[in-house]
């Protein structure tokens, strides 16, 4: 996949998931880049998904890696 179909991500303790276009954006919010875990989103949804369906499709993501289930 080309970069451009990845978006960076971090889950809150409450469960919600923030998204950033990149690692630059998410310093200037306040991130700190080390926390981010790089997601790549496939091209259908990147392309034509909703917003919600990014995040869950992300939130997914990251609970796998956190059960290592992924």
């Known amino acids: 996949m080309s970069d451009n179909d990845a978006l960076y991500a971090i889950r809150h303790p409450d469960g919600s998931v923030s998204l950033y276009i990149d690692e630059e954006y ?3 919010r306040g991130v700190d880049p080390v926390t ?3 997601v790549e989103i496939p091209r259908e ?3 034509s ?3 919600q ?3 869950e499709y992300v939130a997914v993501y990251l609970e796998a ?3 290592g289930t992924a």
Do not use: D
């Open 26 to 28: 998410a310093a200037e």
């Open 65 to 67: 890696q956190k059960t």
């Open 53 to 55: 369906q990014v995040r």
């Open 45 to 47: 949804l990147f392309t």
């Open 36 to 38: 981010l875990t790089r």
């Open 49 to 51: 998904g909703t917003v």
